[in-house]
């Protein structure tokens, strides 16, 4: 289970660290929007497209780049491609933070996008080459779950921070540079090391790379394509809702001021840095992989429709989504590398986070434009349902294509690691 079938488990662990690292400051940057969300409506004017706009962007470039990612890590390495990319991250976060207008920030969100994409799914790959052994689904789980830490601490950042707070909207985005300063330098360290372990050798001297061919995408089975269906709807609304408008919705329709607002999301984070994993760890010994996902799927619909129907507790709500939060990554990223060759695994999760990206983009964009069309505000909290009615629909689609995956065939482990897809 060590570095590419080759290291010790040690070695493994420590390639896992420093791109846990990096996945921290990538998920923290991400989510350092919706905190300001508020902010950047009262002091820059912006409005709810506009909100959409700056997480939305993130996801526009991928709708086709992320595909041309996927190839470029079978093609290069995962650690080659993990460098330029957070580098990149890194320059899309400083142009966020400092830039004095819209579209300079809308342009930062742009370039931090370009680049953390394509970066998970080089830590993606880099974790299925270096736990190929075992294990693959609980350390892709503890990746995702230290990942939604830096979620949480995005969330909790109003309270940790509150002194950058009141300074305005700025200072908060500072410091979330800062900590994409600090995944750059992991990455750093992630690269020397593999490049060290690697010697002078190309990526492609292992046998492991293809020429990539585009018929290699029609050739993957109707599972994978269910699969892609729930990714892009699932996801769509996880991240329209969770990232961009949930801690405003708290906010002007369940009435929490903005650090209780962002603590009640945060605990969504809270939860899934520990359940994650364990939800892996869980997969990986019961192969219980179609199940598990139609039911994490199922509690998204009715986490939203807890929340615009009733008046329960929204830790209700909350718990529901954490549950669904870790359930579903923790199966679908490693179910995925079961149902392709690994030479076309960075492949078929750039297929994957096309469509995913190009969702999460729509939806934001929707969402935003729905909350402008019914005025939806602290003096209108009912102009926030058709959002919430939107995400209801799309999410209720994905746990539809969840149930056809269950339906299609039991999963079994991968039988050749040289097989085609």
Wanted: charged share 10%; glycine share 12%.
């Amino acid at each position: 289970m060590g570095l590419r079938g080759g290291h010790s488990r040690g070695t493994a662990w420590l390639v896992f660290a420093l791109l846990a690292i990096v996945m921290y400051g990538n998920f923290y940057f991400y989510d350092s929007i919706g905190p300001v969300a508020d902010l950047l409506q009262r002091q820059r004017g912006f409005n709810g497209t506009q909100i959409g706009t700056l997480n939305a962007i993130y996801n526009l470039p991928n709708v086709v780049l992320i595909l041309v990612g996927g190839v470029l890590v079978d093609r290069y390495g995962a650690a080659r491609v993990t460098l330029c990319t957070a580098a990149v991250c890194l320059a899309g976060a400083a142009l966020t933070a400092f830039s004095p207008s819209f579209a300079g920030m809308a342009a930062g969100r742009l370039l931090f996008g370009i680049g953390a994409e394509t970066f998970i799914i080089g830590m993606l790959v880099a974790i299925a080459e270096n736990f190929a052994g075992g294990n693959v689904a609980f350390a892709m789980g503890l990746s995702i779950g230290i990942g939604r830490l830096g979620s949480f601490s995005a969330d909790m950042s109003p309270t940790w921070f509150a002194e950058a707070y009141r300074q305005g909207w700025q200072p908060p985005l500072m410091i979330a540079t800062l900590v994409a300063a600090t995944s750059f330098a992991a990455a750093v360290g992630y690269w020397w090391f593999d490049h060290r372990m690697r010697g002078n050798t190309p990526a492609h001297v292992s046998g492991t790379v293809q020429r990539f061919v585009l018929g290699d995408l029609l050739r993957f089975g109707s599972a994978y394509w269910y699969l892609l269906g729930l990714c892009v709807l699932w996801y769509a609304v996880i991240f329209a809702f969770r990232s961009t408008f949930s801690i405003e919705y708290f906010q002007h329709a369940h009435g929490l001021d903005l650090a209780a607002a962002g603590a009640m999301n945060s605990y969504v984070f809270l939860a899934a840095m520990f359940t994650t994993p364990a939800f892996g760890w869980l997969c990986g010994r019961t192969g219980r992989y179609a199940p598990m996902l139609a039911f994490g799927a199922l509690l998204l619909p009715l986490s939203i429709a807890v929340m615009a129907l009733t008046q329960w507790s929204l830790w209700v709500a909350t718990a529901m989504i954490g549950v669904s939060f870790s359930l579903v990554p923790a199966v679908m990223w490693p179910l995925t590398s079961k149902l392709v060759s690994p030479a076309r695994f960075g492949t078929a999760l750039g297929l994957m986070s096309v469509v995913q990206n190009a969702g999460i983009a729509g939806a934001n964009l929707v969402a935003g434009s729905l909350n402008d069309w019914s005025a939806a505000s602290a003096h209108n909290p009912a102009g926030y349902q058709p959002m919430m009615l939107f995400f209801g629909v799309v999410s209720s689609l994905g746990f539809g294509f969840a149930i056809l995956l269950w339906f299609t065939s039991t999963v079994a482990p991968h039988r050749s690691r040289r097989g085609a897809p």
